[in-house]
């Protein structure tokens, strides 16, 4: 982004901007920060998990100003549903929204893998969808509190000119 010439200071002033507000050049949209990891996975998740969703990159970046997500993990969030990954999803979200649905594990499990002919029919998209927004809301939350515990900050450097604390290789003053 830097060759390109993209940066914060070049983004003041610019339709962009205007349009979005300071916002948008908010320090925490761009540089990794524990807080704004977890917002944008809290946000980009979900939607990644919705299947055939038309525009998931621009509703995660809509989702990723207003809450102040770090905008990059959240678009790059959106590669994790493609057609590469659709054979693991898609049953995963299905198999979760007949759960919901109260059907029973074993027999949900055994349509699945023995008969595909019933996926075709508009009840099996209500449990696609409904399965999706279940492992999408949980996934969101479980990655949002992961990265909470195990993300940690660069410490805050400290001003050289701090009075409080002896120059460096002499002893404290007694008393200290």
């Known amino acids: 982004m ?10 003041r002033g610019t339709k962009l901007h205007r349009w979005l507000g300071d916002g948008v050049v908010s320090k925490s949209l761009w540089l990794p920060t524990r807080g704004s990891l977890a917002r944008a996975w809290l946000v980009g998740f979900p939607i990644t998990m919705v299947p055939f969703l038309p525009g998931q990159s621009v509703l995660a970046i809509i989702a ?3 809450t102040r997500g770090n ?27 007949e759960l919901v649905r109260g059907r029973k594990p074993d027999s949900t499990w055994r349509l699945l893998t023995e008969d595909a002919r019933h996926l075709l029919s508009a ?24 990265i909470l515990r195990t993300w940690r900050d660069k410490p805050v450097r400290r001003d050289r000119g701090d009075e409080s604390l002896p120059p460096f290789g002499q002893p404290p003053e007694k008393g200290d």
């Open 2 to 11: 830097h060759r390109q010439k993209f940066s914060r200071n070049k983004l």
């Open 64 to 66: 990723c100003l207003m």
């Open 71 to 97: 905008l990059l993990l959240c678009i790059a969030l959106q590669f994790l549903s493609n057609p590469f990954t659709a054979p693991v999803q898609l049953p995963i979200c299905y198999f979760a929204g």
């Open 123 to 146: 009840d099996t998209v209500i449990s696609l969808y409904l399965g999706a927004v279940v492992v999408g809301l949980i996934g969101g939350v479980i990655g949002y509190a992961v």
